[in-house]
Nanobody, 114 residues
Framework: QVQLVESGGGLVQPGGSLRLSCAAS????????VGWYRQAPGKQRELVAR???????NYTDSVKGRFTISRDNAKDTVYLQMNSLKPEDTAVYYC????????WGKGTLVTVSS
Protein backbone atom coordinates (compact mmCIF):
# COMPACT_ATOMS: atom_id res chain seq x y z
CA GLN A 1 0.00 0.00 0.00
CA VAL A 2 3.00 2.30 -0.12
CA GLN A 3 2.37 5.05 -2.60
CA LEU A 4 4.49 7.95 -3.77
CA VAL A 5 2.83 10.62 -5.87
CA GLU A 6 4.94 13.23 -7.61
CA SER A 7 3.53 16.52 -8.74
CA GLY A 8 4.66 19.91 -9.94
CA GLY A 9 6.14 19.05 -13.29
CA GLY A 10 5.31 20.89 -16.44
CA LEU A 11 6.63 23.11 -19.18
CA VAL A 12 8.91 25.96 -18.19
CA GLN A 13 11.18 28.31 -20.09
CA PRO A 14 14.94 28.25 -19.62
CA GLY A 15 15.86 30.21 -16.53
CA GLY A 16 12.54 29.50 -14.89
CA SER A 17 11.69 27.61 -11.74
CA LEU A 18 9.56 24.70 -10.66
CA ARG A 19 8.95 23.00 -7.36
CA LEU A 20 8.32 19.28 -7.40
CA SER A 21 6.53 17.55 -4.57
CA CYS A 22 6.38 13.92 -3.57
CA ALA A 23 3.69 12.87 -1.16
CA ALA A 24 4.04 9.52 0.56
CA SER A 25 1.39 7.33 2.08
CA UNK A 26 1.22 3.84 3.50
CA UNK A 27 4.57 3.93 5.27
CA UNK A 28 6.49 5.74 7.96
CA UNK A 29 7.98 8.43 5.78
CA UNK A 30 10.31 9.88 8.37
CA UNK A 31 12.53 6.79 8.63
CA UNK A 32 13.64 6.86 4.98
CA UNK A 33 16.26 8.66 3.04
CA VAL A 34 14.57 10.21 0.01
CA GLY A 35 15.97 10.81 -3.44
CA TRP A 36 14.93 12.56 -6.59
CA TYR A 37 16.03 10.81 -9.76
CA ARG A 38 15.55 11.79 -13.35
CA GLN A 39 15.69 10.14 -16.72
CA ALA A 40 16.11 12.23 -19.84
CA PRO A 41 15.47 11.01 -23.39
CA GLY A 42 18.28 8.73 -24.50
CA LYS A 43 20.01 8.82 -21.13
CA GLN A 44 20.25 6.62 -18.08
CA ARG A 45 18.42 7.39 -14.90
CA GLU A 46 20.51 9.45 -12.52
CA LEU A 47 20.30 10.53 -8.93
CA VAL A 48 19.69 14.26 -8.78
CA ALA A 49 19.40 14.94 -5.08
CA ARG A 50 19.14 13.03 -1.86
CA UNK A 51 18.14 13.86 1.68
CA UNK A 52 18.74 11.59 4.63
CA UNK A 53 16.54 10.77 7.53
CA UNK A 54 18.42 13.39 9.50
CA UNK A 55 18.22 16.08 6.84
CA UNK A 56 21.68 15.88 5.27
CA UNK A 57 21.63 16.55 1.55
CA ASN A 58 23.72 15.90 -1.51
CA TYR A 59 23.38 16.71 -5.19
CA THR A 60 24.76 15.70 -8.51
CA ASP A 61 27.25 18.26 -9.77
CA SER A 62 25.09 19.44 -12.64
CA VAL A 63 22.40 20.80 -10.33
CA LYS A 64 24.45 22.13 -7.43
CA GLY A 65 23.55 25.71 -6.67
CA ARG A 66 20.31 25.48 -8.63
CA PHE A 67 18.28 22.71 -6.99
CA THR A 68 17.35 22.27 -3.35
CA ILE A 69 15.87 19.16 -1.80
CA SER A 70 13.93 19.41 1.42
CA ARG A 71 11.49 17.37 3.42
CA ASP A 72 8.59 17.97 5.72
CA ASN A 73 8.14 14.86 7.79
CA ALA A 74 4.98 16.20 9.38
CA LYS A 75 3.42 16.26 5.91
CA ASP A 76 5.09 13.07 4.62
CA THR A 77 6.37 15.11 1.71
CA VAL A 78 9.67 15.79 0.00
CA TYR A 79 10.30 18.72 -2.32
CA LEU A 80 12.71 19.58 -5.07
CA GLN A 81 13.00 23.28 -5.73
CA MET A 82 14.49 23.77 -9.18
CA ASN A 83 15.78 27.18 -10.17
CA SER A 84 17.63 28.46 -13.21
CA LEU A 85 16.34 25.58 -15.24
CA LYS A 86 18.14 24.55 -18.38
CA PRO A 87 16.98 22.55 -21.39
CA GLU A 88 19.24 19.71 -20.26
CA ASP A 89 17.14 19.42 -17.10
CA THR A 90 14.31 18.08 -19.22
CA ALA A 91 13.45 14.64 -17.90
CA VAL A 92 10.95 12.57 -16.03
CA TYR A 93 11.63 13.09 -12.34
CA TYR A 94 11.04 10.24 -9.92
CA CYS A 95 10.73 10.20 -6.17
CA UNK A 96 12.39 7.36 -4.29
CA UNK A 97 12.27 6.23 -0.69
CA UNK A 98 14.95 3.93 0.63
CA UNK A 99 17.14 3.53 -2.44
CA UNK A 100 16.97 1.07 -5.30
CA UNK A 101 15.32 -1.62 -3.22
CA UNK A 102 12.84 0.80 -1.74
CA UNK A 103 9.82 2.55 -3.19
CA TRP A 104 9.33 4.55 -6.37
CA GLY A 105 6.81 6.98 -7.68
CA LYS A 106 5.61 6.98 -11.27
CA GLY A 107 7.31 10.23 -12.16
CA THR A 108 6.46 13.73 -13.25
CA LEU A 109 7.63 15.25 -16.51
CA VAL A 110 9.67 18.43 -16.53
CA THR A 111 10.19 20.07 -19.89
CA VAL A 112 12.47 23.08 -20.17
CA SER A 113 12.08 24.72 -23.52
CA SER A 114 11.59 28.09 -25.12
Amino acid sequence: QVQLVESGGGLVQPGGSLRLSCAASGTIFSIYAVGWYRQAPGKQRELVARITRGGDTNYTDSVKGRFTISRDNAKDTVYLQMNSLKPEDTAVYYCNLGGAMGYWGKGTLVTVSS
